[in-house]
């Protein structure tokens, strides 16, 4: 049942059901906060092998950050992050 998927296999199916004009590529990183993907976010963008290609990005930050344990992050510092 697609209902119960996460949004990125419902996004998957709703773009790619009729046509394979577009690849979903669905990339995460449990644990990371703003803090942390500021130092391998320049890695990741090379990693896009033709970016003027690229139709779609999200990004989503911000549960890790407000977490009142080790990945936590300043408010100010999160706000500065992003």
């Known amino acids: 049942d697609l ?21 979903i590529v669905n990339r995460g990183f449990s644990g990371y906060n703003t803090r942390w993907i500021l130092k391998i976010l320049p890695l990741l963008l090379k990693e896009v092998h033709r970016p003027e290609h690229v139709l779609l990005a999200t990004v989503m930050l911000g549960a890790n950050d407000a977490s009142t344990c080790f990945q936590g992050v300043p408010l100010a510092e999160y706000t500065a992050n992003l």
């Open 3 to 23: 209902a119960k998927e996460g949004w990125a296999t419902q996004f998957t199916s709703e773009y790619t059901a009729l046509t394979r004009k577009v690849d």
